[in-house]
């Protein structure tokens, strides 16, 4: 690193996972990101004879109690769709043909190219349907009861075309599945034939597969290193069965239902995996613009001598992670009649619910943008319309939602926007606004711009004047300190405590607020003396601070935050530096003395007891 005082070499060291480094360096340098599948009702839809047979069971004991003759009806033809499909597959079963459309399709037998270390060749006999966008193949091919029907989801081959067009890689190319994994590989095999999306070397490693119950997660499907989670987004139908820390990433269709619904794909302009494809082109236009633009620039600048916290912003794929498509709101509220596809705990999807009425002026690109297409890291004033991701809003056409953002990501808090449309006769949009799972605002409107734009507006001014009421009980002597922190023997990262460098605005000497003040600073050796018994390690905990509002000295504030192994142990906030610092480093002793979590227990001293 260069130095501005020392005239030596000097370094900064970082640890991370064997292999992290040189992947990200290469994925960074193809400007390469990676993008993780799902499988079931996302990409397809898959029955084999049982499944079928249940299906058309349930639903004809539904009829049988249903008295609605809408509801008849739409079974009906649903039980008449299955039943059609599942002829072909018996066919399939018995003689390896299938007659469609009174032509006789024979089978092609489709060797599976062995993967690394597998010396067993295998033959798959195949029935292609092109007209009806389904395949018939078999698992294992010696056991016929093994037979699949799959149903590929329309646009596929446009999503495929994307990641692969012109031989450049765009994305790299996972699978991340709760089904069994013979069946994941065939399905992943039938939707990349031609292994163009994930090699041959790589296929074992790139098809994961999570046992049903588990959450899926990006730290699971990178565990050789391959990616850092920050540079990766999901396709999936379903946004609860991933890990909460990747669900910003996750880009939620609505479950394929051929069955339940066969329209509902080709009702819209733009087809589901056509909308994905373009959230795909934009968030890796917005991702690249973001390191090009900011954090290739602001890292040649940094010194030796800066800390952590003058690292740049990194960016993050849940960053541009936007649906532009208002016609497919992301919370697939409404479960379908039956769950479509394989029995198991997979298949537990829902349908897309209602669809939002789109204001006239909102409208939706049916085109794919360029592929170095660009977009902005953050809202800004008169930036386009975008719909809600799993439930919530990544970026709207508001600075206050900008703000509002910017106040969470710095307080490691999770901001959520949720709208709801009335279902009156004059359609009216709410929404809420969520802060760290409370609520702090909402806004109505006669557009979902309108109410987001109240709803953030309202939240600033409760988080003003929450804010106001908690420090105005500390607010004795002000300071304003102009030393830099300095780093002392004992592994803390804290600012001197007795500095002769500051001008201070104060009450006259001897109030009551600058004597409680002193007392209370008094005690922070004894706390931080304290901390240093408890660790095993006291290297490992630092102070972090960081001037906020830094107007004039009386608007200025000061944020304290204690770290332990990269875990934030409490935080203070204040006027006065050392007040600040007290009330972080208090929090903290508290939390050292009542935790069980054992990431921070292995950093503290076993405590003895007496006899």
């Known amino acids: 690193m260069p130095s501005k005082v020392e005239k030596v070499p000097c370094f900064w060291c970082c640890s991370v996972r064997v292999g992290l480094y040189a992947a990200s360096v290469g994925m960074l340098n193809l400007r390469c990101l990676a993008i993780v599948f799902d499988l079931d009702e996302t990409l397809i839809v898959a029955n084999t004879m049982r499944s079928f047979e249940s299906r058309i069971e349930m639903l004809s004991r539904r009829m049988d109690i249903e008295d609605d003759p809408v509801r008849v009806a739409g ?37 599976v190219q062995p993967m690394p270390g597998v010396q067993e060749r295998l033959v798959r006999p195949v029935i292609r349907l092109p007209e009806r966008n389904a395949i018939l193949t078999r698992i294992n091919p010696e056991i016929r009861d093994t037979s699949v029907f799959v149903k590929l989801r329309p646009a596929w081959e446009d999503l495929r075309s994307y990641l692969t067009a012109k031989g450049r890689k765009r994305f790299e190319v996972y699978v991340c599945t709760m089904a069994e994994r013979d069946y994941a590989l065939e399905i992943w095999r039938l939707l990349d034939p031609e292994a163009n999306l994930i090699s041959l070397n790589n296929l074992s490693d790139r098809v994961v597969c999570v046992k049903a119950g588990s959450k899926k997660s990006l730290q699971h499907v990178f565990r050789d290193g391959g990616c850092h989670p920050k540079m990766a987004m999901v396709i999936d139908d379903r946004l609860q069965v991933w890990d909460e820390k990747d669900q910003h990433r996750v880009h939620v269709v609505p479950a394929y239902a051929p069955y339940y619904a066969p329209q509902a794909e080709m009702a819209n302009a733009v087809p589901v995996l056509c909308v994905a494809r373009n959230v795909a082109c934009n968030v890796r236009g917005g991702f690249f613009r973001e390191f090009d633009e900011n954090l290739l620039k602001k890292v040649f600048e940094l010194l030796h001598e800066n800390e952590l916290l003058d690292l740049p912003y990194a960016p993050d794929v849940g960053d541009y992670l936007v649906c532009e498509d208002p016609n497919f709101p992301q919370s697939n509220k409404d479960p379908a009649p039956i769950p479509e596809g394989m029995s198991g705990a997979e298949v537990e999807k829902r349908l897309n619910g209602r669809a939002y009425q789109a204001d006239q002026k909102q409208t939706s690109s049916s085109i794919r943008p360029s592929d170095d297409a660009r977009v902005p890291i953050r809202g800004t004033v008169g930036s386009s319309n975008v719909q809600p991701n799993g439930g919530s809003m990544a970026i709207v056409p508001s600075l206050f939602v900008t703000v509002l953002q910017e106040i969470g990501r ?100 001897g109030s009551k607020s600058e004597q409680k003040d002193h007392s209370n600073v008094d005690r922070l050796p ?53 007040f600040a610092k007290l009330q972080a480093a208090e929090e903290a002793l508290r939390f050292l003395k009542t935790t069980t979590d054992p990431q921070i227990k292995k950093h503290l001293r076993p405590i003895r007891c007496s006899s």
């Open 75 to 111: 079974m009906s033809a649903e039980i008449k769709r299955y039943i059609e499909d599942r002829e072909l597959l018996k066919e399939f079963i018995d003689t390896d043909t299938v007659t469609d459309n009174g032509r006789i399709v024979g089978t092609q037998k489709e060797e």
């Open 410 to 509: 710095l307080c490691n808090s999770k901001v959520e926007f949720r709208s709801t449309v009335s279902t009156s006769k004059i359609t009216q949009f709410s929404v809420e606004v969520l802060f760290s799972n409370e609520k702090i605002g909402n806004g109505i409107g006669k557009t979902r711009d309108e109410a987001q734009v109240q709803a953030a507006e309202k939240a600033l001014q409760n988080l003003q004047s929450n804010y106001l009421s908690y420090v105005a009980p500390i607010a004795g002597v002000l300071n304003k300190d102009t030393s830099k922190s300095s780093r002392n023997g004992n592994g803390f990262l804290e600012d001197d405590l007795d500095s002769d460098g500051d001008t201070a605005m104060q009450e006259p000497s």
């Open 526 to 578: 004894s706390v931080l003396s304290l901390i240093r018994e408890l660790c095993l390690e006291d290297q490992h905990v630092v102070f972090r601070d960081q001037v906020r509002n830094p107007g004039s000295a009386t608007n200025e504030e000061y944020h304290f935050q204690v770290e332990l192994a990269g875990q934030i142990l409490g935080n203070g906030i204040g006027v006065n530096k050392d």
